[in-house]
């Protein structure tokens, strides 16, 4: 039987416990250092918390150490990973290469995304190098994903929902260039996000202060069944510093949609524990996004960049037409509530967003005065009556236990086994009062024990051996408890982690290693030189040498996404090369065609 797992980001011990509780399979977390998202790091305290509660449900803990490391970091970083194998990680996400030069615990290693892994020959190294797992490049359609899966048989994961990188992951040195932040190093300052102005080599500008290189979110809920057909074992979701609102909605959604394909398919089943009962209606639209694009899923079909703004507009709601007395006219069909989030692109081109402090039937007063305009699509990005749903219970998890009540010689002993099969049991010595009434006695008994309330469990299949003693309701709560409380324990045990050595079994495979192999430190060097590079250059993150060098490459394309493809034959001439500029950066753009990619150079 497959196991599917759910993977979702956890920026704390309480948002991990939320996704847990939605439907988490698995969890990725990041440590106190060498997190990929530096301001999402964990204490080693939370993080043992967070681990043994995603064990009791049969979940697991990956913690990110997926940043590039210099020489001086190296010790450092291997104390941190004897920690987290000491408490009961289940996996460590890397991308610094060097890691696997290290004298380190054996546990199980997932290669980031951002090891550049977009081919089946790079995932065919990493096997070699002796990872269990490979976290695909976000641009790979479902074939190609299919394709790698032939080709090896390292477990695949793949991001499914969540912001895109408009470079391929660990090939982004612009924040590093533009401000000293390193994207590498968990520090991206989000140049993407921000806006600049296209033009032509003759000087002419084409696009002015738009967001050219802002990407809508990744939404692939529709090819959960065909992601599985390829080969992909656990469905990512990114987000890492988004609010437990977020976490609530996205992680249930994806519970439905995942339990929904394994309801139709055999041979496949969900990799945690329990039954995730949801308490209100997922919907990914209600909260932080910024439109939707299933991102090359069927290859290049569909335009998916947000130039008018990188924020999040929400959802689209209908239209808001302005009087000539200045009044907000409402047409559609959703109830609007004050306190509502609006917004819409105004006459400027510009995100423009209110807050809703009163309704007078079509009339929307907003909290501030808006710019004038005739009619704009409106969109709500603050869903007050889904935000209180939210707030609330929205979600339990629970596992089936059996209990069987049986007499011993001094009394009377408790056994479960939970639907994973682990077991544990409790004895009480008591004297046998017989019951006055033998059948009130065992329906108070099962009612007893049926009280599972706050725990992680739900009764399954009572059995009650021992009939007609008469026993107090305080006793029998009690010793409920206590056998709770060891099951609860005994999970804990049982999903701890097996050893995971390395097995570093590199082949002489390449000839050079260039800059874009972010090598920064001497582990990472011999890791290359192990698979026969000859020439071997260090990463941009330690030479700091960016002249010249492709400071981005994208497999989003500004000349596609503006109707100037070169397969497009009606296309309008430009004079190329084309240059993206903010004033104080000009960067020239180059197409490969063949590859069909986009390459931002510093020149």
């Not at 394909?261 to 639209?285: H, M, N, Q, Y």
């Not at 924020?311 to 808001?320: D, F, N, P, R």
């Not at 009163?358 to 909290?367: A, F, S, Y």
């Amino acid at each position: 039987m497959n196991r599917v797992e759910l993977l979702i980001p956890a920026k704390d011990l309480h948002s991990g416990q939320v996704a847990i509780q939605h439907g988490a399979d698995a969890l990725y977390v990041g440590a106190s250092r060498f997190g990929a998202r530096q301001a999402a790091g964990n204490t080693l305290q939370d993080l043992e918390q967070l681990i043994r509660y995603a064990h009791c449900y049969g979940s697991k803990v990956y913690v990110t150490v997926n940043t590039l490391l210099f020489d001086n970091e190296l010790e450092e970083a291997r104390k941190l990973i004897w920690q987290l194998y000491e408490m009961g990680a289940d996996a460590l996400i890397i991308q610094d290469l060097g890691i696997l030069k290290m004298d380190i615990p054996p546990i199980a290693l997932h290669a980031s995304t951002q090891c550049h892994n977009h081919n089946a020959e790079r995932i065919r190294m990493l096997e070699q190098a002796g990872f269990r797992r490979a976290i695909l490049a976000r641009e790979l359609d479902v074939e190609t994903i299919g394709a790698i899966h032939q080709q090896s048989s390292i477990e695949l994961e793949t991001f499914v929902h969540g912001a895109l990188c408009v470079c391929y992951s660990g090939q982004c040195y612009i924040s590093k260039m533009m401000t000293g932040r390193s994207g590498n190093r968990g520090e991206c300052a989000q140049i993407c996000r921000t806006s600049f102005d296209l033009q032509d080599a003759n000087g002419r500008t084409l696009l002015k202060n738009k967001h050219l290189l802002s990407l809508r979110d990744m939404n692939r809920s529709a090819y959960i069944s065909r992601l599985l057909d390829a080969g992909v074992v656990s469905f990512k979701v990114e987000g890492r510093l988004k609010d437990e609102n977020y976490v609530k909605n996205i992680t249930a959604f994806y519970r439905r949609a995942i339990d929904n394909v394994l309801a139709c398919k055999s041979g496949f089943r969900t990799a945690g524990s329990g039954t995730t009962t949801i308490f209100f209606e997922p919907d990914p639209k209600k909260t932080f996004n910024r439109g939707f694009t299933p991102y090359f899923a069927d290859g290049r079909r569909e335009k998916m960049a947000s130039f008018d703004t990188p924020k999040a507009m929400g959802q689209y709601i209908g239209t808001l037409r302005q009087n000539a007395r200045g009044d907000l006219l409402y047409e559609g069909k959703e109830t609007i509530l004050n306190g509502d989030g609006l917004c819409f692109i105004n006459p400027a081109g510009e995100l423009e967003g209110f807050f809703v402090n009163g309704i007078k039937e079509q009339r929307i007063i907003p909290h501030k005065p808006v710019s004038d305009f005739r009619q704009v699509d409106l969109y709500r990005n603050v869903d007050k009556a889904f935000e209180k749903i939210l707030s609330g219970n929205s979600a339990e998890r629970r596992m089936a236990v059996d209990m069987t009540f049986e007499e011993t010689e001094t009394g009377f002993r408790l056994r479960l086994c939970d639907e994973d099969g682990v077991q544990a049991e409790c004895g009480m010595e008591t004297p046998k009062t017989p019951a006055n009434k033998p059948e009130v006695a065992e329906a108070q008994l099962r009612n007893s024990l049926s009280k599972l309330g706050n725990t992680p469990f739900v009764m399954r299949n009572p059995t009650i051996v021992a009939q007609g003693f008469f026993l107090p309701a305080s006793a029998i709560n009690q010793l409920r408890s206590e056998a709770i409380d060891k099951l609860t324990e005994n999970r804990v045990a049982h999903f701890k982690p097996e050893k995971a050595p390395l097995d570093y079994q590199p082949e002489s495979v390449l000839t050079e290693a260039t800059y874009k192999r972010n090598i920064t430190n001497e582990l990472h060097r011999s890791v290359y030189e192990d698979f026969g590079a000859e020439k071997i250059e260090y990463g941009l993150d330690k030479t700091q040498d960016y002249q010249g060098k492709e400071l981005m490459v994208c497999k989003y394309c500004l000349r596609y996404e503006l109707g100037l493809c070169s397969k497009n034959k009606e296309v309008r001439k430009v004079a190329y090369p084309l240059y993206i500029t903010n004033g104080k950066y000009k960067f020239q753009l180059q197409f490969d065609c063949r590859a069909c990619e986009m390459k931002i150079i510093n020149i």
